[in-house]
C-alpha cells in the first residue's frame, strides 16, 4: 500500500487523530510516515474517508 497527500489537504489534522503512526502535522500540512503503513491499512483507509478533503490517497500495489 502506497499512501500520499494531496496538496489541499488544510491541515485539520482528522487523519492524525485517526491514525497517529501513519500520519502527523508539520508545517500545517498531513505528512506520511511510511514505515508504519504495513500492518495499519485500515486505518489508512479509514483516514482517506474521514479526510473532509479527500486529499489522502490510498493506492493499493
Ligand atoms: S484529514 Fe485531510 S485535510 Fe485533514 S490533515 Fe489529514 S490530509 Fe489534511
Known sequence: MHVKILNNC?????CVQIN???FEIFNN??????????????????ASLECPVGAIIVEMN
Request: with cysteine.
Open 10 to 14: 488544510i491541515g485539520c489534522s482528522a
Open 20 to 22: 497517529p503512526e501513519i
Open 29 to 46: 500540512y498531513a505528512v506520511v510516515n511510511d514505515f508504519y503503513i504495513e500492518n495499519n491499512e485500515e486505518l489508512c483507509i479509514d
